[in-house]
């Protein structure tokens, strides 16, 4: 069974950070793309962040210089460090993995992320 476990969500003042994991089970290896969305309420689920196989990168605009991801394939896991937090970028954060050629993609339960004061 394909799973996607999201943790580190939490509460943080404006200006703070996280850090949130993905852990993937051994079915999603290397070569899946992995991502980072948002989805704050009323609103659509975005991607915030993305990881290609080679490791390239791509960022929304909103998050660019303030979040990293990253990823560690010894062990399936994928990271979104958030630094400088915003009130805006409160939502719930899920994890996505997408096999580029095979079109197989998976979603984590999701984490939430509130920035308040």
């Known amino acids: 069974q394909v799973q996607l476990v999201e943790s580190g969500g939490g509460l943080v003042q404006p200006g703070g950070s996280l850090r949130l994991s993905c852990a993937a089970s051994?079915?999603?290896?290397?070569?899946?793309?992995m991502g980072w969305y948002r989805q704050a309420p009323g609103k659509q689920r975005d991607l915030v962040a993305l990881?290609?196989?080679?490791?390239?990168?791509d960022y929304a605009d909103s998050v660019k210089g303030r979040f990293t991801i990253s990823r560690d394939n010894a062990k399936n896991t994928v990271y979104l460090q958030m630094n400088s937090l915003k009130p805006e970028d409160t939502a719930v954060y899920y994890c996505?993995?997408?096999?580029?050629?095979?079109?197989?993609?998976?979603w984590g339960q999701g984490t939430q992320v509130t920035v308040s004061s």
């Open positions: 051994r079915t999603i290896n290397s070569n899946y793309f």
């Open positions: 996505n993995a997408r096999h580029p050629r095979l079109g197989n993609e998976y």
């Open positions: 990881i290609t196989s080679g490791g390239s990168t």
